[in-house]
């Protein structure tokens, strides 16, 4: 009977922890929420990395129109698209984020790019990062960095 008890505890404490987990990749500000946010890990004088998560947004129309991190001497909001067998990368002044809707930053869209990165970003860390949205403010979100052998990274 205790073991059944102790076995019993130890899941509950596994899935109480798992769900922490998963909601520590969730940030709110009023009616947006910053869902699963990550980077990639990047090599030893890589300069670059993109920044990736979805927004929803439970409101009124909203704007993405800035980013910032301690660990980038500056970000910025960028587009990708593909224009033939050509791949052309953007800086754009806000991303959109619809009423009642949402937004997703990925790989070969919409992303966040560090820009002159400080140190490497290493699987397993996380990095800081402020995003200012027009009407909703300011949010300091934490951003896990992905081992890169995940996917390909980004090259500038």
């Known amino acids: 009977m205790k073991k059944s008890i102790a076995l019993n505890l130890f899941g509950f404490i596994l899935v109480f922890i ?53 660990v980038a001497g500056e970000m910025q909001l960028h587009t990708m698209t593909m224009d033939g067998n050509v791949m052309k990368m953007r800086e754009v002044k806000m991303i959109e984020v619809p009423a009642n809707g949402s937004v997703e930053l990925k790989p070969g869209g919409l992303h966040l790019m560090f820009m002159d990165i400080k140190a490497p970003l290493k699987a397993g860390e996380s990095v800081p990062v ?23 990274h980004m090259k500038h």
């Open 18 to 70: 798992a769900a922490s987990a998963i909601a520590d990749h969730k940030f709110n500000l009023g009616q947006l929420t910053i869902d699963h946010p990550y980077t990639r890990s990047t090599a030893p004088g890589q300069k670059v990395a993109g920044g990736f998560m979805k927004i929803e947004n439970k409101g009124a129309a909203d704007q993405l129109v800035s980013a910032s991190s301690p």
């Open 130 to 152: 402020k995003l200012k949205f027009q009407k909703a403010g300011e949010v300091e979100i934490k951003v896990p960095v992905r081992d890169i052998s995940g996917g390909g």
